[in-house]
């Protein structure tokens, strides 16, 4: 199985902080990577899809990039709404692996 | 809108099933596959497998590969996922994932969760 490992596992910031989580894939997953935020007791919300392409409604604060197997997920100026815990997650293959998470707190 | 509804809260024991259903509405229910995926308690995200609502077919992750169905009806819309010999670390939030056409295999819609506790 292909897997994605998140860095950091937690972050500590403040609002109106630009932030940047990483994603290390273990192979070439081309630019199958989203990004996923979730809120405590709640599902899970698609962010970015296919690396860099925005989800309907997410706003433009958040944005992803990607080098290689390496792939970034920026907010540009942190809202209070932000914090939350954001994953990775690989769609290569039928494996669809997250990554472990990154805490997002103040 | 679309809607993934799941149904509620079980405690089971080890070594039983549980069955778990997401009730979708608001589209068009063949069109669109189905994922399971699981979260313990405090840790990450776990695909389990894949339904084709359409024609059924399923792909499941090696993992689970001798204990979980998941099958639909597709006069109600809904689909299900078994999951067997339940040990206590099957202990998970389980959620039903619509995944996207746009985003390929993404999830752009998510039911609310259904809590599955194991334990004797």
């Known amino acids: 199985d292909i897997q994605m490992t998140q860095s950091p596992s937690t972050l500590s910031a403040s609002v109106g902080d630009r932030v940047t989580i990483t994603c290390r894939a273990s192979?070439?997953?081309?630019?199958?990577l989203a990004w996923y935020q979730q809120k405590p007791g709640k599902a899970p919300k698609l962010l970015i899809y296919k690396a860099s392409s925005l989800e309907s409604g997410v706003p433009s604060r958040f944005s992803g990039s990607e080098s290689g197997t390496e792939f970034t997920l920026t907010i540009s100026s942190l809202q209070p709404d932000d914090f939350a815990t954001y994953y990775c997650?690989?769609?290569?293959?039928?494996?669809?692996?997250f990554g472990q998470g990154t805490k997002l707190e103040i | 809108q679309v809607q993934l509804v799941q149904s509620g809260a079980e405690v089971k024991k080890p070594g039983a099933s549980v069955t778990v259903s997401c009730k979708t509405s608001?589209?068009?229910?063949?069109?669109?596959?189905m994922h399971w995926v699981r979260q313990a308690p405090g840790q990450g995200l776990e695909w389990m497998g894949i339904i084709n609502p359409s024609g059924g077919s399923t792909t499941y992750a090696q993992k689970f590969l001798g204990r979980v169905t998941m099958t639909r009806d597709t006069s109600t819309s809904t689909v299900y996922m078994e999951l067997s010999s339940l040990r206590s670390e099957d202990t998970a939030m389980y959620y039903c994932?619509?995944?996207?056409?746009?985003?390929?295999?993404?999830?752009?819609?998510w039911g609310q969760g259904t809590l599955v506790i194991v334990s004797s």
């Open positions: 997650q690989q769609y290569i293959s039928y494996s669809f692996t």
């Open positions: 608001g589209y068009t229910f063949t069109s669109y596959y």
């Open positions: 994932a619509r995944q996207s056409t746009v985003g390929g295999g993404t999830f752009d819609h």
């Open positions: 192979q070439s997953i081309s630019s199958w």
